[in-house]
Nanobody
Framework: QVQLVESGGGLVQAGGSLRLSCAAS????????MGWFRQAPGKEREFVAAISRSGMIYYADSVKGRSTISRDNTKNTVYLQMNSLKTEDTAVYHC????????????????????WGQGTQVTVSS
């Protein structure tokens, strides 16, 4: 069992930056595939970014070039640095973990991941 706790959300003006963190419990964090998803009010959950156990990275087109995902296995933490924030980035951001390597389109699918955090709210004002 893995517990995930997100932090770092908040209210920011358009064009600003935020760094989200996701701290994981357990001693096998380095073996997990990690992802970030978001859900805006009235919208479906959508993929944002993911990072493999070996550091391969995947981004949604909507955040590519503005966001950076990284992980620190010594701290059991995955990060999402978001720059040049837009009002459409407003959502609850969740991190997710899968205790196995992922392949192909499975990276982008929420049902691929076994564990989820409660989320952190990101609000971008105009």
């Amino acid at each position: 069992q893995v517990q995930l706790v997100e932090s770092g959300g908040g209210l920011v003006q358009a064009g600003g930056s935020l760094r989200l963190s996701c701290a994981a419990s357990g001693r096998t964090f380095s073996s997990y595939s990690m992802g970030w998803f978001r859900q805006a009010p009235g919208k479906e959950r959508e993929f944002v970014a993911a990072i493999s156990r070996s550091g391969m990275i995947y981004y949604a087109d909507s955040v590519k070039g503005r966001s950076t995902i990284s992980r620190d296995n010594t701290k059991n933490t995955v990060y999402l640095q978001m720059n040049s924030l837009k009002t459409e980035d407003t959502a609850v951001y969740h991190c997710a973990a899968a205790p196995r390597p992922l392949y192909g389109s499975s990276w982008y699918l929420g049902q691929t991941y076994d564990y989820w955090g409660q989320g952190t709210q990101v609000t971008v004002s105009s």
